[in-house]
């Protein structure tokens, strides 16, 4: 018997089994030690579930955003979603899942209160994380309802180059397939003290800095280089679309003036996640030849729509021992974002 359209619907929504969102942490900490304490004590032995459809239009869109006419090889979607079944990409399991809440439960620079921190250390940034696909015929696929269990891994305080405080929080996320578990996702998070507002902006726009024109990848070769360069420019159109997409409110992405004028950038700031399933794309197009297995990775420095940057590989002679590949963002010979990758055995 076909599923009724109602149904259908509240398949497409995620199932919030228990959300992390709803386990307040009002007091103010007085220091990182006590934020991160307090983290720990809220959120100890707590798993999260949520269920979710993974529909192929949301897939379809981060695609084209990306620039990928074609999701595979030979599999096209830029007029239709791909079909039921496709496994989504490595990576790309991003914009599923992605925070709910109403935006008067959002953070004053418009990111999620998922595993925050207590104020005042409510500024999130990305810092890095490592993905897993384990051996095995589980795959998150279009068309399926998937399953994802969050939990605290650790919050940490620590204390910045310049001696201030933030805390260090892990979180692991399973995502769960028809066939089993499909990915192990560790993301961990840095949260600073948050910052008020100038009345002036702090920061301009890099002198010289041409704002205008869509994103783009382009592949070149080298000389010197093994594998090709990819280079890549962001228009803050392209970075809209990638947290429209990712339910991502935090305005360092897409706020320019709170970009500036609060947080001290020159421009919006590319996603870290964005950055990471760039790295990924760009392995399984020009270097890997299997699945990809794993992936750790740490985020450096920031980019900036405006900015031009690479993604190469620093050219391994050898990997059929195992040894990963090394990914690297650069820009200007800077590095930006660096990562492993390992293929699946």
């Not at 220091?31 to 459809?53: G, I, P, W, Y």
């Not at 207590?118 to 399926?144: C, D, N, S, Y």
């Not at 001696?163 to 066939?179: H, I, N, P």
């Amino acid at each position: 018997m076909a599923a009724s359209p109602r149904l259908l619907l509240a398949l497409r929504r995620p199932l919030i089994c228990c959300h992390p969102c709803n386990i307040g942490m009002r007091r103010i900490a007085t220091s990182a030690a006590e934020a991160a304490s307090k983290m720990t004590d809220t959120f100890a032995n707590k798993v999260f579930t949520t269920r979710q459809l993974l529909d192929a239009n949301q897939l379809q869109k981060l695609s084209l955003t990306l620039g990928r006419r074609e999701l595979y090889p030979g599999l096209d979607i830029s007029a239709e979603p791909p079909p039921a079944k496709t496994p989504v990409p490595p990576g790309y399991h991003l914009v599923y899942f992605t925070p709910g809440g109403l935006e008067s439960e959002l953070g004053p620079d418009g990111t999620d209160r998922t595993f925050n921190s207590p104020a005042p250390f409510t500024r999130r940034m990305w810092a890095g994380g490592k993905m897993t696909w384990p051996a095995g015929p589980a795959q998150l696929r279009v068309g399926e309802v998937a399953e994802e269990r969050t939990k605290l891994l650790s919050a940490v305080p620590k204390k910045s180059r310049d001696g201030g405080e933030m805390v260090l929080v892990q979180v692991e996320k399973e995502f769960w397939g028809k066939d089993g578990l499909a990915l192990t996702d560790q993301r961990s998070w840095v949260f600073r003290p948050e910052l008020e507002a100038a009345t002036e902006p702090v920061a301009k726009p890099v002198e010289g800095k041409v704002k205008r024109g869509p994103s783009t990848l382009v592949d070149e070769q080298a000389e010197g280089h093994a594998y090709p360069l990819r280079k890549l420019y962001w228009s803050p159109v392209g970075l809209f679309r990638f947290s429209a997409l990712t339910f991502n409110g935090h305005k360092i992405h897409y706020d320019e003036s709170w970009t500036q004028s609060v947080e001290n950038h020159p421009a919006q700031v590319v996603h870290g996640p964005l950055n990471l399933i760039s790295m990924l794309d760009y392995w399984r197009d020009v270097v890997g030849k299997g699945e990809v297995g794993e992936i750790s990775y740490r985020a450096m420095s920031p980019l900036y729509a405006g900015d031009t940057y690479q993604i190469r590989t620093s050219n391994p002679v050898d990997t059929e021992d195992g040894s990963p590949w090394e990914i690297l963002v650069e820009k200007d010979g800077k590095t930006c974002m660096k990562g492993a990758i390992t293929e699946k055995s």
